[in-house]
């Protein structure tokens, strides 16, 4: 199920910045342009915003940086609010998962408060959800060329607001940058249409794994959600 001519079709963009948390032209176009009622001298009265403002403020008060051991307990808080306490990841998971990989643990902030979280190690290769079904010492190579998302966290309060998105983009270019060859992860059913949607190739079909439905995903080509795939 690859999404990879998502790019062409112009509903898929105009969704795709929705999810980065932009503002639709269509949503803001009666307060940055002047209606026809405006015409003449009230339309010259007026003094139209600038388009880019809305994106302005949105920049400022969110911002993504690697996670330190002092984050800790903000960190927690995130996963308690989004998961119930079976899924949960423990306190002294997240703290392994930091030292193991401290390169691709990053916490996004909005206005200075930790509000989504995510994590990544690198290993050698994975081509099933079972590959994966290790503890992450034991599945962490840091010699590996595949980046491994091991999990995406948006507190519960902060949902819906592009924070996922900004996550995801950040570990994609960090993955890049250190030479990756592939970016995997696994994904229970419940939000599959969430990744389908960014145009993600899921790799498998889903199968039973400790009470959840799970499938391997990858990026292909390791491109950012949206973007043009090259042709072969």
């Not at 960190?75 to 119930?84: D, G, H, L, M």
């Not at 290790?134 to 595949?146: A, I, W, Y």
Request: charged content about 25%.
């Amino acid at each position: 199920m690859t999404q990879a001519h998502k790019d062409s079709d112009p509903g898929f963009r105009k969704k795709f910045d929705w999810m980065l948390g932009r503002v639709s032209f269509m949503r803001w176009s009666q307060v940055l342009l002047p209606s026809r009622a405006d015409d003449g001298a009230n339309s010259a009265a007026q003094s139209p915003r600038p388009v880019e403002r809305p994106m302005v403020k949105l920049q400022k008060v969110v911002s993504t940086r690697l996670a330190t051991p002092e984050d800790i307990d903000a960190i927690y808080a995130v996963e308690t609010s989004a998961f119930p306490p079976e899924l949960r990841a423990t306190r002294e998971t997240l703290l392994e998962r930091m030292k193991l990989f401290n390169e691709g643990f990053f916490v996004l902030l909005k206005r200075g408060k930790i509000v989504a979280f995510s994590t990544a190690l690198v290993i050698t290769d994975a081509n099933s959800v079972a590959d994966l079904d290790k503890t992450d010492s034991e599945v962490h190579n840091p010699n590996g060329k595949t980046y491994y998302l091991r999990s995406l966290v948006v507190g519960k309060r902060s949902q819906h607001g592009g924070h996922g998105i900004k996550l995801l983009d950040k570990q994609l270019e960090n993955a890049k940058q250190m030479g990756m060859t592939r970016f995997v992860f696994t994904c229970v059913f419940s939000v599959s249409n969430y990744y389908r949607n960014l145009g993600l190739k899921r790799l498998t079909d889903y199968e039973e794994l400790h009470g959840n439905k799970e499938a391997l995903w990858e990026v292909p080509h390791l491109l950012r959600p949206g973007a043009p795939v090259p042709s072969a």
